[in-house]
């Protein structure tokens, strides 16, 4: 439900009334208008709740600024420009500080995500929205899981977003997204034209490209591995080599290219050959042969561990610079070890 918009009598500071532009209430009996951007958008908002949650609004509103040196009353709310902001992003992040019904965020999508993080970040209000802003973050994951093949660029976005409010586990998930799901290069994600404004720090981006590039050798290495067990276990002996028998199998599970072209404009994401391996749609399927079926079968398992073994990134490692590579490879060597529940071994990373 989006805030109500009402026609308000407002204090010019002359002495005289005059009919304000439609004003949107966020709290009934708030004593500050804020008149955002450069349209000039009014807010009505309370100042009790903005200097309770945040120490930039409660120096602001202080009497050692001419802003809170203003009178300010339920009957004469204050009127303070804050022409700089952006006008729909500050007035969800007003939304979200005052209780009661939220702002309309149905078609709330990554980019205004990152918007809404810049401006909860500028007022230092991220601690007192963690669970607003974590409660949208999961959503859109939601919502993006259900297609992991659209809007990558807005992953690194939210991913983005949520290094800057510092949601740990929301980060991991997305770094571990990222490296599943995004087919290019990770310098892309710091383009203007392509996320504008939305930077992960240079250590991170670094991060995703070596364990990424790990991981799909590893990848190659292990479905062909898998595949000439299969064939094995079917006595299956092709006098040309197993090669072309083992690429066979894996053109059989829906995999268009292999060995895949990692570094090319056309490459398939880890992702697309999961699930292709866990979801084939070729022969593979309607073969009658038990043995073959159970081939197929370790195939799927060997790719379901794999998609499941990186968590993501440590937030406090890449905000410390002590990102261990060595020891992210290591929670995904996935054939030796169950792959472990944490992204990281620094017990005071916990949580």
């Avoid at 991060?207 to 591995?225: C, H, N, P, Y």
Wanted: net charge negative; proline share 6%.
């Amino acid at each position: 439900m989006p805030p109500v918009q009402k026609k308000a009598r407002l204090d010019r500071g002359d002495g005289a009334d005059a009919e304000a532009p439609a004003t949107e209430v966020i709290h009934p009996d708030g004593d500050i208008v804020f008149v955002v951007g450069a349209k000039q958008k009014q807010v009505l908002v309370h100042s009790a709740v903005l200097t309770t949650a945040s120490e930039v609004f409660s120096a602001l509103l202080s009497d050692r600024f001419h802003e809170g040196q203003q009178h300010r009353s339920a009957g004469s709310p204050a009127m303070i420009p804050l022409p700089d902001d952006d006008e729909d992003a500050t007035i969800q992040m007003l939304c979200l500080l005052h209780p009661g019904p939220s702002y309309d965020l149905v078609d709330f999508w990554p980019a205004q995500l990152f918007r809404l993080a810049s401006v909860i970040d500028k007022y230092c209000c991220k601690y007192a929205l963690d669970l607003q802003v974590e409660a949208l973050l999961l959503r859109l994951y939601k919502t993006w899981k259900k297609d992991r093949t659209g809007w990558h660029n807005d992953l690194g976005a939210l991913a983005t977003a949520a290094y800057m409010l510092e949601q740990s586990s929301c980060f991991q998930m997305f770094t571990a997204e990222l490296v599943l799901v995004y087919p290019s290069s990770y310098s892309a994600l710091s383009r203007p034209d392509i996320t504008p404004g939305a930077k992960l720090p240079v250590n991170a981006l670094l991060a995703l490209e070596e364990i990424r590039g790990s991981l799909r050798l590893l990848l190659q290495s292990d479905l062909e591995a898998k595949a000439v067990e299969h064939l094995d276990a079917r006595r299956d002996t092709s006098p040309n080599g197993s090669v072309a028998s083992r690429t066979d199998v894996l053109f059989h599970q829906g995999i268009s290219q292999w060995p895949p072209a990692w570094y090319t404009e056309s490459s398939l994401s880890l992702w697309e050959i999961l699930d292709c391996v866990q979801n084939p749609e070729g022969p593979s399927r309607q073969c009658p042969c038990g043995r073959h079926c159970e081939g197929v079968t370790q195939l799927q398992v060997a790719a379901k561990a794999f998609e499941e073994s990186f968590k993501g990134l440590c937030l406090k490692c890449v905000r410390e610079d002590t990102i261990d590579n060595a020891d992210l490879l290591d929670q995904c060597a996935w054939r030796f070890t169950p792959p472990r529940e944490d992204a990281c071994r620094n017990k005071e990373h916990a949580g």
